[in-house]
């Protein structure tokens, strides 16, 4: 198939992982694939953002800004145009994004298939937590382009009933959660040996404060018993600076190590390291990359007893899984799972072979994503 690629990512983050993962499955598979985003994507680095957008952010009222957004929709959707003409895709797949239009608005003109795939309720998120003034058009923003989608690709089914109550079809819903490239992630790769060397503790992502990696560092330096633990965090962010003073207040600076940004080459190896891999806390409808890493290694995993985790991680087969709301619990967890090295040995085994079990790959997405793609396109022939 010819699969248009339309997006509005401008930083290179967990979200351009996703969009570059995809691409290269979709290829690998033999789909010709034609990629259009902003021009700063590709000349920016790993953990950097567009300067140009977060000039006019600081810059900018709140509602002049999401006007501006919307704006930006003009080119957008030209470039979109453009490249349809010229490619002639069988569909087209956008990634979400909030006042993005183009997607729809091309592939309506030119009778196209749409799939959309939907990482979060950018609407809901942004009036929480991003101050957003034009809600009533952001509402309208979002529901058009979902409405107009010929399939919503959430990545959670927490995710995939706010799209339902938005009034999409059920029919016309399939979850597509994150994956991973298991061939990054060899079977039986090394874990640390057991005696006088610490266990590790690991955590990847961008830190913020919502983690909660505060209160690991100080169950840490609470920790004098046998074997001894320490942290390995991979990874940056606003969070980073205050952790570091915190670890060096307790005097366990020593057993705390940031590696800072590591490319994606990097990481496999570094969580090959872990003993014990950390998702602290997690968005209620998001699909964390790390844990899909994290299950790839083989690793013993901790995360939160949330719905979105539990559809992919089972307490007591997969992960340890323990109560949000209690600080205390995630740690009373990495306590049995120091203690007891046949558990982290058996949870680590069980959830490398859930991922090939149910083919949480990138692999496998691409698979799901043609296969969609080309339904939509014989039906619309078959209406033609």
């Known amino acids: 198939m010819k699969i248009l690629y339309s997006h509005r990512i401008a930083s290179r983050d967990g ?46 009222p709140s509602a002049a800004g999401e006007i501006a957004e919307l704006l930006y929709g003009v080119p957008a959707t030209r470039r979109l145009e453009r490249a349809a003409a010229e490619f002639q895709p069988d569909a087209i797949y956008e990634r979400y994004n909030l006042f993005h239009l183009a997607g729809a608005i091309v592939a309506r003109r030119r009778g196209l298939p749409l799939l959309l795939e939907v990482n979060a309720p950018l609407a809901d998120e942004r009036m929480r937590f991003g101050g957003l003034r034009l809600r009533r058009l952001a509402r309208w923003a979002e529901r058009f382009v979902w409405l107009r989608a010929d399939r919503v690709l959430p990545v959670t089914e927490v995710l995939a009933a706010q799209v339902a109550a938005a009034g999409v079809p059920q029919e016309r819903i399939a979850v597509v959660p994150n994956g991973i490239h298991l061939d990054e992630f060899p079977e039986g790769a090394p874990r640390i040996a057991e005696g006088t060397k610490p266990l590790v503790l690991g955590f990847v992502g961008f830190v913020r404060d919502w983690h909660g990696l505060q209160h690991v560092i100080r169950a840490l330096a609470g920790w004098n018993e046998t074997p001894p633990l320490c942290l390995t965090v991979v990874g940056d962010g606003p969070a980073r600076e205050g952790l570091e003073r915190l670890a060096e207040e307790l005097g366990i600076s020593h057993r705390v190590r940031f590696t800072g940004l590591a490319g994606r080459e990097e990481v496999p190896g570094l969580i090959a390291e872990f003993d014990i891999a950390l998702q602290p806390a997690a968005v209620p409808y998001a699909s964390p990359l790390k844990i899909f890493e994290y299950m790839a290694a083989g690793r013993a995993i901790v995360a939160p007893d949330q719905p979105n985790i539990r559809e992919v991680l089972e307490h007591g087969r997969t992960a340890l899984l323990f109560n949000p709301g209690d600080p205390a619990a995630l740690w009373a967890e990495v306590e049995r799972l120091a203690r007891d090295p046949q558990m982290r040995a058996r949870l680590g085994t069980a959830a490398r072979a859930e991922v090939e079990a149910r083919d949480l790959t990138w692999e496998g997405n691409a698979r799901r994503v043609a296969a969609m793609a080309e339904e939509e396109a014989a039906r619309r022939g078959r209406a033609a």
Request: glycine share 10%; no cysteine.
């Open 15 to 60: 979200q351009g992982v996703h969009l570059d993962s995809l691409v290269a499955a979709l290829r690998k598979a033999g789909h010709t694939v034609r990629v259009v985003g902003p021009a700063s994507y590709e000349n920016t680095a790993l953990g950097e953002g567009s300067r140009m957008v977060s000039w006019l952010r600081r810059r900018l």
